[in-house]
């Protein structure tokens, strides 16, 4: 079933209809083709309870698409914990692949970081633009992968600001080469309960420097291994996350 983001303003006050307009109705119009009596489900964005409604199409004119609220799925798709996700950037168009998979996996949010061996640099014209285009990548994973909620990119940090922004955060976790015993990491992830908020620090593709390591250790941040291989940027992100996943929904 197809899966849209709304504004309340789209909702009657009783949820009982929906009006889908813009470049959703032209999805659901023009490529989707979907007839009256078809359904779809819908999430209200930045709605924290994370409420699924699903609705059956009543009408389609030129302009909008009318549905009838036939029922409503109070248990979200949100993990029981945010996850923010502080990715140090990639080369090239590997940001956009790890965006999309980071949201699908349950990302709340993702944090662009310039760190000292990052190749790319962005200045704050070229970052405005690349967000732009972020963000849209992540509100089409989320429309996928039917999230509550569209996980957030914000404007890219330096690690210093990275690690100010994540100092009230319950676990901070940054894997690193150099760490070791598999046990410690399985141990502290399955110390995680329900509700606490979770940092993840994933290095550009030269890694994290020694001073930066010592800066996130000094500020309880956890060095962490994720096994004997060597992960690149984009598979150390989608590993750690898809352990934290499974933890929490298990």
């Known amino acids: 079933m197809y899966h849209f983001f709304v504004e309340n303003s789209q909702l009657t006050p009783d949820y009982k209809k929906v009006e889908i307009t813009g470049a959703d109705y032209n999805h659901i119009a023009n490529v989707l083709r979907m007839k009256i009596g078809e359904q779809f489900s819908v999430s209200i964005r930045d709605d924290a309870e994370g409420k699924e409604f699903f609705y059956e199409i009543e009408s389609i004119d030129e302009i909008s698409v009318i549905g009838n609220l036939c029922f409503v799925e109070e248990v979200g798709n949100e993990l029981p914990s945010k996850i923010y996700l502080f990715q140090g950037l990639p080369k090239v168009d590997k940001m956009e692949l790890i965006i ?25 014209k070229k970052a405005e633009s690349k967000i732009k285009r972020w963000q ?8 996928q992968s039917k999230r509550a909620i569209i996980p957030e990119v914000t404007m890219p940090m330096t690690m210093k600001q990275a690690v100010e922004f994540c100092k009230d955060m319950d676990i901070k976790l940054i894997p690193y080469e150099n760490a070791e015993h598999m046990d410690e990491t399985k141990k502290l992830i399955e110390g995680i309960k329900p509700g606490e908020s979770i940092a993840v620090f994933i290095g550009p593709e030269g890694g994290f420097s020694e001073q930066e390591i ?7 941040i956890k060095p962490i291994t994720l096994g004997k291989r060597i992960l690149r940027t984009e598979t150390a992100g989608f590993t750690i996350i898809s352990w934290l996943m499974y933890h929490l929904e298990g």
């Open 100 to 124: 999309q998979k980071a949201v699908e996996l349950g990302a709340y949010q993702i944090i662009p970081m310039s760190t000292k061996r990052c190749v790319v640099k962005l200045d704050e």
């Open 214 to 220: 010592d800066l996130c250790m000094e500020n309880g």
């Open 136 to 143: 849209a990548i992540s509100e089409a994973a989320a429309k």
